[in-house]
């Protein structure tokens, strides 16, 4: 159960591990090429991997989507998000981070008072 600003927080911190510049990394194509790379991977990553998705998650995984977690050119396994947001009369325009939106849509920071 959260506030507005609660929520852009929460929602930020969702997608801060998703991938952005995936160009300049060369993933293997097949198992066999993944499970030599994974090899390659300090145990210690793979574990900090294996804490994050769930061990039972990671065995059930194809090595390559392993590689490609290990490498942060794909985004974390998540089948959904749920949040309770606060009244909205709790949220004060100045931690509302999307005034234009807003703006486009005819509220103000009076709408807030």
Not at 38 to 52: F, T
Request: with cysteine.
């Amino acid at each position: 159960h959260v506030c507005g600003a609660a929520t852009d927080s929460a929602l930020r911190s969702l997608c801060a591990d998703l991938p952005s510049q995936t160009e300049d990394i060369v993933l293997p194509k097949t198992e066999e090429e993944a499970a030599e790379t994974l090899k390659a991977i300090p145990r210690v990553e793979r574990k900090a991997l294996a804490r994050r998705v769930g061990v039972e998650v990671l065995r059930s995984m194809p090595f390559v989507e392993q590689v490609k977690l290990l490498r942060g050119v794909a985004p974390p396994h998540a089948a959904g998000v749920a949040i309770a947001l606060c009244c909205h009369h709790l949220c004060s325009w100045e931690s509302y981070v999307n005034h234009d939106w807003l703006d486009r849509h005819g509220v103000g920071a009076a709408d807030f008072q």
